[in-house]
């Protein structure tokens, strides 16, 4: 107890209001910067190094031990928690932003979905923080029907992967950590801080609070699965008041949410129910998560205990289905049905059962039939922000391809490249139904990033055209905006491709060669193809009109709207002119754009201040017999840039003579060759090649910062960051 006493004091006097905090994200390294020289006829810095072979340590928790790749980190103990402080290691693992503002809010009284991963203990390919080369990685990607993501893993701390946090963010996902105590270990845990007066219970609550702020997630899961003292059981609703409280202060639209194990005994006994031995807990914070036993009796008795709060009762189901319950796997809508029957809240644990006990060949089908089973009982939201940009992209691939030109093959797995998802299954067919549009996600080919969506239909003779509801959004529409679409036919199909948009308040909007109506004006507006755009605006619209590479098309249009509210985004396809019989269609698409026509015309920040730190050089073997050997080199780069404005940092090298990275097929000196994709101001690059410096010569390698809009855009080569690298072989 005394130990958590002192640890409330240090804490009072760690804890950092929030511009400190982020003064701490973006806190240079403390570790070895290679020496700096400043040419003054070179815009870029120039850090000089002596290649030794002795390594410059770095700290375990936040690299992988033998390459030095980041890592998510979790922590095992009570007091790690409370020894922990933001450093720049941690920087590695803050989310690019909060979530993306929604429709509804999370604040509304709809009943939530909230899915609960739990994987094969945890931290699997996930926890590589820069990607990784994995061949079949468990993918999520419905992300429109869920409401709260918790990941789960039985350390005491559970930081979620900063992948998932990016990848529900940009959906408008709310992202919860776990919290968690068990057994033997879990009752010492619980006496040392619930046990005693205010301040034990109140430095972890502000180590949480802290921890979820500096993040950039959303709150936490508190599951006590261990029985409690009556003086710690005690204190455990003012533990969760003070946790609750804090954490809406600090993290905007945070949630602490508890799970239905101990109750107010201290005695650890599953209610599988909300009741009166646990209402004290379900009263003292956002939410409350039952266990999965339950049949509908238990619904139906807590009715009248919810109250006016049935949305935040998340009742639990296993899809592994273990022990007495409703519905598990394949059966799952068994048990959403009965919870949607009495206005429950759904909490959804471990759907990665499709991933982890059926064939990962069959993975991407089995997650859509397991979805699809839910899709009634699961409601939408709509994200309402713009600029609304994606290329369909997964987070993971088969090879790399930008803006349709392939930039290196092999396996890859990156959940923060996870771009915007798709509404699957929900599409608007007419005439007798025998026409029909399937839509899927496709690894075979990419526009931007790994993957495509694929659109296969058919239009019967009686219509002249199907259409699928890609996004439900409700933004309201600024003045003028620009879309555009990047799609390819495949086969001998000759059928019309066209966006169409929905507006809440003025009726339907056909862009694409279809005039605009405003029911509010009974006027028609026809949406003008940019065919020759101002020079502002020429980064964006650079393609539009063209047949590109790899036959894929890009078309853009502007639309000028006054009052409208936008809503839903569909593609149509029409008939080819004079065709009377059925027509069978492919379609991919590559990229979908909706921008604010002002932000093209807002500067962009540059990068800035580009260092190198944290270097560590590797022998490399030669890979021909009687070849000069050459060097590994890994360093961390980290640079000056405003997150809010950007969608990722691509990180490129030059090298000054020969050498590769894995992966990145064969380079010409001088030539940029994509390292990787980085979603805070720093990188680790792991294990470049670089060929050993000639005697009496420096050897250079150049690395250069690329910044993605968020409008979708490429940057000029000339307005990227940069830094060299100048090596000589040490004489000794």
């Given amino acids: 107890m005394e130990a958590a006493g002192k640890a409330a004091r240090r804490q009072e006097r760690r804890l950092q209001a929030p511009a400190t ?88 009284r709809r009943p939530r979905t909230l899915m609960c991963h739990d994987m094969m203990g945890g931290y699997l390919d996930d926890k590589f923080i820069q990607g990784s080369a994995t061949q079949t990685p468990y993918s999520f990607y419905h992300w429109q029907y869920i409401d709260i993501f918790v990941y789960f893993s039985h350390h005491t701390v559970t930081i979620p992967p900063v992948g998932w946090t990016n990848a529900a963010h940009r959906h408008g996902v709310c992202v919860l950590g ?110 409350f998560f039952t266990n999965y036993n339950w049949r509908e009796e238990h619904l139906e008795r807590m009715l009248g205990q919810a109250g006016e709060r049935l949305a935040d009762v998340y009742v639990g189901v296993d899809v592994f289905a273990r022990g007495n319950v409703v519905g598990g796997r394949f059966d799952t809508n068994k048990s959403l049905e009965l919870i949607r029957k009495h206005g429950f809240s759904a909490a959804l644990f471990a759907p990665g059962w499709v991933y982890e006990c059926l064939e990962k060949g069959d993975f991407f089908q089995n997650q859509d039939k397991f979805w699809s089973l839910l899709e009634r009982y699961l409601p939408t939201h709509s994200i309402c922000s713009l600029p609304f940009v994606t290329s369909f992209c997964l987070g993971m691939g088969t090879r790399r391809v930008c803006y349709g030109q392939e930039e290196a093959v092999g396996p890859w797995y990156h959940p923060s490249a996870q771009e915007i998802q798709p509404l699957f ?119 539009c009109g063209q047949q590109l590479s790899g036959g894929w098309v890009q078309r853009c249009y502007e639309v000028n709207l ?28 590559g990229e979908l754009q909706v921008v604010d026509a002002n932000s093209l015309l807002t500067p962009l920040p540059q990068v800035q201040a580009v260092t190198v730190s944290h270097v560590r050089w590797q022998p490399a073997a030669s890979e021909q017999e009687g070849g000069p050997a050459g060097l590994r080199l890994s360093c961390t780069l980290h640079w000056a840039y405003v997150l809010p404005r950007v969608r990722c940092f691509r990180i490129h090298c ?14 010409e000196p001088g030539m940029p060759r994509l390292l990787g994709l980085a979603f ?29 809009p968020k409008e979708g855009f490429l940057v000029p080569r000339a307005e990227w960051g940069r830094a060299a690298m100048l090596y000589s072989m040490s004489h000794t």
Avoid at 525 to 535: C, D, G, I, K, N
Avoid at 654 to 667: A, I
Wanted: net charge negative.
């Fill in 21 to 108: 905090l982020e003064k701490q994200r973006d806190r240079r390294p403390r570790g070895r910067l290679a020496r700096r020289r400043i040419e003054e006829d070179q815009e870029e810095a120039v850090f000089r190094e002596v290649v030794s072979f002795t390594p410059d340590p770095l700290p375990v928790r936040y690299y992988e031990k033998d390459t030095t790749r980041p890592i998510s980190f979790y922590l095992s103990s009570l007091e790690e928690l409370l020894a922990w402080t933001p450093d720049a290691e941690d920087g590695f693992n803050v989310a690019l932003g909060p979530p993306e503002c929604r429709q509804p809010p999370l604040s509304s």
């Fill in 178 to 287: 776990t919290f968690i105590t068990e057994w033997k270990d879990g009752e010492r845990l619980c006496e040392a801080f619930l046990a005693g007066d205010e301040r034990s219970y109140r430095a972890v609550a502000d180590q949480l609070v802290l921890i979820a702020q500096f993040f950039r997630f959303d709150g936490w899961l508190i599951n006590i699965e261990n029985s409690l003292s009556l003086a710690a059981v005690g204190n455990v609703p003012h533990f969760l008041r003070y946790l609750t409280s804090q954490l809406h202060q600090q993290v905007p639209g945070g949630l602490v949410l508890w799970y239905d194990s101990v109750v107010s005994s201290g005695q650890l006994k599953w209610q599988d129910e909300l009741n009166e031995q646990n209402r004290v807990f379900f009263d003292s914070c956002d939410g």
């Fill in 425 to 543: 299954g929900e599409h608007r067919l007419e005439g007798n139904g025998r026409g029909w549009v399937k839509t899927h996600c496709c690894l075979e080919d990419a526009w931007n990033g790994g993957s495509s969506l694929l659109i296969r239909g058919l239009i019967p003779p009686e219509v002249g055209t199907v259409a699928v509801r890609l996004f439900s959004l409700q933004v309201p529409v600024p003045p003028k905006i620009f879309l555009s679409l990047v799609y390819k036919l495949e086969g001998p199909s000759a059928v019309g491709v066209a966006l169409e948009l929905t507006t809440g308040d003025a009726g339907s909007c056909h862009v694409g060669g279809i005039s605009v109506l405003s029911a509010e004006t009974s006027s028609r507006h026809s949406p003008r193809p940019l065919r020759v755009p101002p020079t502002k605006l020429a980064k964006w619209v650079g393609r």
């Fill in 562 to 589: 006054r009052g409208c509210l936008l809503q839903d985004l569909f593609v149509n396809f029409s008939r080819p002119p004079g065709s009377q019989k059925e027509e069978n269609f492919i379609c991919r698409l």
């Fill in 654 to 667: 030059c090298r000054g003579s020969e050498g590769g990275s894995p992966g990145s097929g064969p380079s």
């Fill in 680 to 708: 805070v101001n720093q990188y680790r690059i792991v294990d470049l090649a670089v060929a050993v410096a000639e005697p009496g010569r420096d050897g250079r390698v150049e690395f250069l910062v690329e910044p993605v």
